[in-house]
């Protein structure tokens, strides 16, 4: 190919054109060309712009975890230890017969109602006596239905007594005392006839 520059005409004269070849010129590509130094070829033969590698952010180092002492355990008061319980005491019968005042013998008296003002007639006869137990008959009188019933009544050492009745018609019971000179026996009872408990008071005397 080749490009018609110039033609010039001049008074009178006629210069040839000029003709200039374009193998000395460098065609310019419409894309450019990239850096050698950022071409890097892709398995296809394309080439491919290596991006430059960026630093890696720096990542701060975590402060080291401050070890806290732990405070010592508290020391825990150990608990007195429980006084020993004694063994139950077991009961030994006296090789001896206890001895108490003699009661063997009649005693009258009477028997009143609380709540009531008459008295009725109340006597016992002790038949014998073994230490401080004394049994005998017990009449009852018209308070407990004239009933007659053999019982055991106890005197222990300070003189107080204690009598049970238990039979199916009748359940009685009396507590009291001896007087010191050993002729009186007084307190109060109860009992429970027809399903109704009634109390009251009694005396005794020696006879």
């Not at 017969?97 to 008296?109: A, D, I, P, R």
């Not at 003002?117 to 239905?145: C, E, K, P, Y």
């Not at 107080?160 to 050993?182: C, D, E, K, Q, Y």
Request: positive net charge.
């Amino acid at each position: 190919m080749f490009e018609a520059k110039r033609v010039c005409v001049v008074a009178g004269s006629v210069r040839q054109p000029m003709f200039e070849t374009l193998e000395g010129r460098q065609l310019m590509s419409a894309a450019p060309v990239p850096h050698a130094a950022l071409m890097t070829t892709t398995a296809v033969g394309v080439p491919a712009i290596e991006m430059s590698a960026q630093p890696a952010a720096k990542v701060a180092a975590k402060p080291a975890a401050k070890v806290v002492a732990k405070p010592a355990p508290k020391k825990v008061a150990k608990p007195a230890p429980a006084p020993k319980v004694a063994a139950f005491p077991v009961y030994v019968p006296s090789s001896t017969v206890v001895k108490g005042k003699s009661v063997v013998g009649q005693w009258t008296g009477t028997m009143r109602l609380d709540g009531t003002t008459t008295d009725s007639a109340f006597s016992v006869t002790f038949a014998f006596q073994r230490g401080v137990a004394a049994s005998g008959s017990f009449n009852l009188g018209a308070t407990m239905n004239n009933q007659v019933v053999t019982t055991t009544m106890v005197f222990d050492l300070h003189n107080n007594v204690r009598a049970l009745v238990a039979m199916p018609t009748l359940n009685a019971g009396f507590t009291g005392a001896l007087s010191s000179n050993g002729n009186v026996l007084y307190g109060r009872f109860s009992f429970n006839t027809g399903g109704q408990w009634k109390t009251g008071m009694f005396m005794l005397t020696r006879g």
